[in-house]
């Protein structure tokens, strides 16, 4: 499927407590097809939208969210481990939920994550860990021609059942009187160049040159 780019994977912790916003425990970024000067906010922005999205997904809930030519696939476990893909929407959901279980499965099995869940309860800042750079940059880079994970899928007979997948829109899971421009406004994700930029486009779409729109 032409263009149909993966831009991240993000592994998030979802507070049970929801006064507290998603950690970042690890991230993956591909962004070689957006403008290297607007890499940066390209970045900021993968971060808000899954900051934002995980914060609004219930446990046991996967989903994917759509804006625009943009589709946040975004999952979180009875632990409350989360993952995030975001990538162009025409990228094929089935195959982007089959990357969130991959993912969900390697770090609820790597030592690093068994060690540690415990402590981030007490957390208040992002982790990055960087022991499972290497992990989340080569699977993204797996899954960049979905057609042939797919065609995989279907011949091993693997095929994750998608019809709980529920599809929405960014306003569908905004909270009563929540507005986007507000999230957007107070969001500490994103930079003060990044803010202004996205007051002054028609949509969060510049931000990256067209090829992805934040949510």
């Known amino acids: 499927m032409e263009g149909a780019n993966l831009f991240a994977i993000l592994v998030l912790y979802k507070f ?8 970042i425990l690890s991230s993956s970024f591909k962004t070689s097809e957006i403008p290297f000067l607007k ?26 969210v759509e804006h ?3 589709a946040c ?7 409350y481990l989360s993952i995030v893909v975001i ?3 025409n990228y094929n959901p089935r195959v982007a939920h089959d990357m969130i279980s991959t993912v969900m499965s ?34 993204l880079a797996k899954y960049q021609e979905p057609e042939n994970i797919d065609r995989i899928m279907l011949l091993q007979q693997e095929v994750e059942d998608t019809r709980d ?34 007051e002054h486009s028609n949509d969060l779409d510049s931000a990256c040159g067209g090829g992805c729109v934040f949510l």
């Open 16 to 23: 049970p407590n929801e006064d507290k916003s998603p950690i």
């Open 39 to 64: 890499r940066t906010s390209a970045k900021e922005g993968f971060v808000f939208i899954a900051r934002e999205v995980i914060a609004r997904t219930n446990k046991r809930v996967r989903h994917t």
């Open 68 to 70: 625009g030519e943009t």
């Open 73 to 79: 696939h975004a999952a979180v476990s009875s632990d």
């Open 87 to 89: 990538s162009q929407r």
């Open 106 to 139: 390697h770090f609820k099995s790597s030592e690093w994550y068994r060690e540690n869940k415990r402590k981030f309860l007490v957390q208040t800042r992002d982790l990055n860990y960087k022991g499972e750079n290497s992990y989340l940059k080569m699977t």
């Open 165 to 198: 997948i529920v599809f929405n829109n960014i306003q569908q899971i905004l909270r009563r009187g929540e507005d986007l421009d507000d999230l957007v406004a107070n969001a500490k994700d994103l930079s003060f160049a990044t803010k202004k930029y996205v």
